[in-house]
Each structure stands twice: as C-alpha cells, then as structure tokens.
C-alpha cells in the first residue's frame, strides 16, 4: 500500500470520525431512531463536529479524482505521496480548528486541502 492509498483510507474515515465526536457521550440507543434529527438539534461544538462531518464528505470527490487523475498520468509516487499526505494534514487540521470554533484558519485549512487536492491533477 502506498502512502497516497493509506491516506485515501484516512481521508475516507475522518468523516466518520467527526461524527463520532459529534455523538460522543450524550448519544443513546433511543436517539438512533432518528440520528440526525438528534444531530440537527446539537449545538456549539457537537453541532461543528456534524459540519466537518459533512465537510468531510464534499471534500473527497475531488481528493479521490485528484489520485485517480496522478495515477493515469503516471505521476511521480514522492508527488502523489506529499500531496496526499498535504491533503490529510489539512484536514485534519481543519476539523480541530473547526472544534475549536476559529473560523478564519479553518478557511486556511481548507484552502490548503483543496489545493492539494487540485495539486493532484497537475502532478504528472
């Protein structure tokens, strides 16, 4: 497995955890009837961790196309790999700062995700 298709898997499971963090500790068996009802009704940071959830998702199509795209073009692994790696770092980073409510770096965050990503497509 290459460095690019772990941090696909982690770029892929990041969502998932932000979800967790959302529900963590206050979710219930009786609120799984209607989870995201529950979720609609969160506030402060549980509410931001459910946005960076579905943050999470808009962003992998492009993620996903960028290593489809450097892989057909034959890039550079070491390219492809940075990139890749760029991609998680930032959203990662993304989803703490979002947590922790600073808005303006997390638009930087999400920036640098987003051109990582698009880096992907010029790779090769």
């Not at 990041?14 to 963590?24: E, F, Q, T, Y």
């Not at 692994?77 to 998680?88: E, G, I, P, R, S």
Request: hydrophobic share 60%; charged share 10%; aromatic share 12%.
């Amino acid at each position: 497995m290459t460095t690019a298709q772990l941090c696909l898997l982690v770029a892929c499971l990041l969502p998932v955890s932000c979800a967790w963090v959302a529900k963590a500790g206050a979710f219930g068996l009786k609120d799984n009837h209607d989870p995201r009802a529950w979720l609609a009704r969160q506030d402060g940071w549980r509410a931001r961790a459910n946005a960076a959830q579905a943050n999470g998702f808009e962003a992998l199509p492009l993620f996903i196309a960028g290593l489809f795209v450097a892989h057909q073009h034959q890039a550079p692994q070491a390219t492809v790999d940075m990139l890749a790696l760029a991609f998680v770092a930032a959203r990662v980073a993304y989803i703490g700062l979002y947590l922790a409510d600073w808005a303006a770096l997390r638009s930087v965050a999400w920036v640098a995700a987003v051109a990582a990503a698009l880096g992907l497509f010029f790779a090769g």
